[in-house]
């Protein structure tokens, strides 16, 4: 189908990176949320930074993209458009609410992409009448600097499908279409198994010694660095929606999850709070730079595990999920490439030796 109008509903970070991208590609875009003071920051944000984000991010830009932004706090103000893409907090029933308002707004035809991190179209979509327009619209963070969006639905129709192929490369994101739709779908199951794996790396180093061996070995931002990112509340949500189909592969260990349960409460939430596992400055982690190397080798040993698995589940294939974490994760290298520069038989024997000491599933070896 051809898309003429979109829209985007939640106004926080990646809701407005993703109007922004939108806007960016010619699209008329409506940005939706319930908090008026979420609106007005986002259009804060339109207004005096997005053409110098998407600048920095590699984007051409031609005119001004806040234009064709408009902001709303019904989704009623969606009726006409074509494409949506839901863009709220991880709570399977805040998703639901969202798209059945969405149903009862929008032309049957219409698509709806939903940015799960941690869900799927099928768990989003029940209740629906027309849940075969649902599809897998998820963009590794930060969006206007990854170039990736990964795309799935077991029950979406191929129109549907396509049409978030054709919106994806329109916004100069590259479309990636897993096989199947699983929770957590490629690459947030790639980071996930990093970022849990450095937690229970924490009962043996402290975060600056973690954050700066990945570092070393080539990682962009550090695990723990990357939680910061995201927010600590969203990373346990996201290890508690995760439980349901992993059971506990993913989460902390005990005494780590109390720590971080305890940052929460003392409103240490990461980025957007100036503090979490390190202290923020704006954009800018303030992690210590002069701190020892901690042995990172389980960590990667836990990506490639990971890796291995996604390919057993039929998500994608060896090339494909190297191709998502080179992508999603500005890195140089897939797991299977980390896999044949530090040897298969090491991290092997890393995820062994860590399994027998931990118990940990994340380091239950599969290859």
Not at 35 to 63: I, K, M, P, S, W
Not at 140 to 155: F, K, T
């Amino acid at each position: 189908m051809t898309v003429e109008r979109t829209g985007v509903v939640g106004a926080g970070l990646m809701g407005r990176d993703i109007a922004g991208l939108l806007a960016n590609a010619g699209y008329p875009v409506t940005l939706v949320d319930v908090d008026q003071d979420a609106l007005d920051a986002a259009a804060t944000f339109h207004e005096n930074d997005l053409t110098a984000a998407l600048e920095r991010g590699g984007l051409t830009v031609e005119g001004d993209p806040a234009e064709r932004i408009a902001y709303d706090t019904d989704t009623a103000a969606l009726a006409d458009a074509d494409f949506v893409v839901e863009a709220v907090p991880e709570t399977l029933a805040l998703k639901r609410t969202v798209l059945g308002d969405l149903e009862a707004v929008l032309a049957p035809e219409a698509v709806i992409g939903t940015n799960t991190s941690s869900l799927t179209p099928g768990d989003v979509s029940v209740g629906l009448s027309h849940p075969e327009r649902v599809v897998l619209f998820h963009f590794a963070n930060p969006a206007l600097e990854r170039d990736l969006v990964e795309i799935a639905g077991d029950d979406a129709t191929d129109d549907a499908l396509a049409t978030a192929e054709t919106v994806a490369a329109a916004i100069d994101r590259h479309p990636i279409r897993l096989h199947r739709e699983f929770r957590a779908n490629g690459l947030s199951r790639l980071s996930a198994s990093i970022k849990c794996a450095a937690t229970w790396e924490l009962l043996e180093a402290d975060p600056a010694e973690i954050d700066a061996g990945a570092r070393a070995v080539g990682f962009d931002r550090g695990p723990l660095e990357l939680i910061d990112l995201i927010g600590l509340d969203v990373h346990l949500d996201t290890v508690d929606n995760l439980r349901v189909a992993y059971d506990d592969r993913y989460a902390p260990p005990q005494s780590v999850r109390q720590r971080m349960e305890g940052m929460l409460e003392s409103g240490d939430l990461g980025k957007k709070a100036g503090r979490g596992f390190f202290e923020w400055d704006g954009e800018e982690c303030l992690a210590p730079a002069d701190v020892d190397a901690h042995d990172v080798t389980p960590i990667l040993a836990a990506l490639v595990n990971e890796a291995h698995r996604l390919v057993a589940d039929g998500v994608a294939d060896r090339e494909t999920v190297d191709e998502i974490l080179k992508r999603g994760g500005d890195s140089e290298m897939g797991p299977f490439d980390v896999a044949d520069l530090f040897g298969t038989e090491e991290l092997r024997a890393t995820l062994r030796e860590r399994h027998g000491e931990t118990g940990a599933a994340i380091y239950d070896p599969v290859f």
